[in-house]
């Protein structure tokens, strides 16, 4: 059975850090791209960041870069979302992706507040 499975997101104050996990199961997941998304209220999902399957190439949308790496670890089945000098434009819920394959994870709430 496939899935995705997001994990890390909580509350977090302005300026500070998280780090989101999403483990895969149910497919060879060292030969799929990976990608995070984000949906804040009212807005629609945006791209945050993808990943090769290499992990050797990676992209992030202008709102992430120099704040946001995308990772992954092939043996253990699982791409991480590291994002750094969080503000409260990044709070939404973040959802893992794999693209080509069009699996989606139930999403992990991201709250920046003080």
């Known amino acids: 059975q496939v899935q995705l499975v997001e994990s890390g997101g909580g509350l977090v104050q302005p300026g500070g850090s998280l780090r989101l996990s999403c483990a895969a199961f149910?497919?060879?997941?060292?030969?799929?791209?990976m990608r995070w998304y984000r949906q804040a209220p009212g807005k629609e999902r945006e791209l945050v960041a993808h990943i090769r399957s290499d992990g050797g190439s990676t992209r992030y949308a202008d709102s992430a870069k120099g704040r946001f790496t995308i990772s992954r670890d092939n043996a253990k089945n699982t791409v991480y979302l590291q994002m750094n000098s969080l503000n409260p434009e990044d709070m939404a819920v973040y959802y893992c992706?794999?693209?080509?394959?069009?699996?989606w994870g139930q999403g992990t709430q991201v709250t920046v507040s003080s």
């Open positions: 992706n794999a693209p080509f394959r069009g699996y």
């Open positions: 149910g497919f060879t997941f060292s030969s799929e791209a």
